[in-house]
């Protein structure tokens, strides 16, 4: 009888342990889904001040340098990606639109690793956007 009880507890923690990774992964998934919608809050507000990308480039550098979203490794990948798209934009290579999808394409990219191994090749896939806009 007492093995069985043993038994019994070992599944109830075990159990109750499944139940707290499982919501403990939900609520860093929620977090993280928060900070990226929060992140591009800041650029659509960037956007809403001044609608053209060139004028508001330094709201989005400040944007960029303040998110606690983006990996400090990517951020120098990111300001020069502005500068990138700014001056295709003044050399007619851009449009308005265009400037912006690219860069909100390449912010999301910049958005998505979570460990150091995923920075690394993000950069590596933002140098290479970067080197095929020059």
């Known amino acids: 009888m ?7 507890e070992i599944i109830i923690i075990i159990k109750k342990f499944i139940i ?6 939900l609520i860093s998934c929620s977090a993280t889904s928060y900070n990226y919608n929060k992140q591009l809050s800041k650029i659509e507000e960037c956007k809403s001040i001044e609608p053209f990308f060139s004028k508001s480039r ?5 944007s960029i ?3 606690d979203k983006i ?4 951020e120098t990948d990111i300001l020069l990606l502005i500068n990138l798209i ?12 265009m400037a912006w999808k690219l860069f909100v394409e390449n912010l999301e990219i910049a958005m998505s690793p979570s460990t150091q191994s995923e920075v690394k090749n993000t ?4 140098n290479e956007f970067i080197k095929s806009m020059k």
């Open 71 to 74: 990996y400090p490794e990517l």
């Open 65 to 67: 340098i303040a998110s």
């Open 20 to 25: 707290f990774i499982t919501l403990f992964s």
């Open 86 to 97: 700014e001056n295709n934009l003044n050399e007619n290579r851009l449009s308005n639109e």
């Open 2 to 8: 007492l093995k069985l009880f043993k038994k019994f």
């Open 58 to 62: 330094s709201c989005l550098k400040q």
């Open 123 to 126: 950069s590596l896939k933002l």
